[in-house]
């Protein structure tokens, strides 16, 4: 038991210091199927739009760009084309390097056609990572995550998952 725990730490010490406390790294990383069975359409049919400087850097896998809103996020908006319906009921917002890109509530909506969202989920924004639960299982072709109310910085998006 103590040569285990011991292991445990010396292992967590090696990646702290290969990796460093300033720098992001993934904690999510992107399955083939899920656990609803469902197949997430790849990242490179995505098309980010919104009212956000360089929406498209939400779906690259690069953690250190980002999409950003206004000092004043509140209503900034991110609206994902999967390029096909898609079913998914998770979706997660990595944050990345901006430790205060977090928006303090969110709202998640979804779409068939693009014009006519359907809110699904109000709730709040998490520091580093925000993770959105929703209540079912959803099929949709648009996702639109928006704020709702402003965090303590412009709000920072680096990376969007969907499971």
């Known amino acids: 038991m103590m040569k285990t725990c011991v292991c445990t730490i010396l292992l967590a010490v ?72 898609c079913l998914f009921q998770t979706v997660i917002l990595d944050h990345g390097n901006a430790r205060d890109g977090h928006a303090r509530r969110i709202a998640v909506a979804v779409s068939m056609d693009g014009r006519t969202f359907i809110d699904q989920h109000v709730g709040p924004g998490k520091r580093r990572v925000t993770i959105v639960s929703l209540p079912k299982p959803v099929l949709a072709r648009y996702v639109r995550v928006r704020v709702v109310g402003s965090g303590p910085q412009p709000w920072s998006v680096a990376e969007v998952y969907l499971q």
Request: net charge negative.
């Open 14 to 85: 090696l990646v702290m210091g290969l990796v460093g406390c300033d720098q992001a790294v993934p904690v999510y990383t992107a399955t083939t199927g899920g656990y609803l069975g469902a197949d997430i359409s790849s990242k490179r049919l995505w098309r980010l739009t919104g009212e956000m400087a360089n929406p498209q850097a939400a779906a690259d896998e690069d953690l250190t760009t980002s999409a950003q809103s206004d000092y004043n996020s509140a209503g900034a908006a991110l609206t994902i084309d999967l390029g096909r319906p």
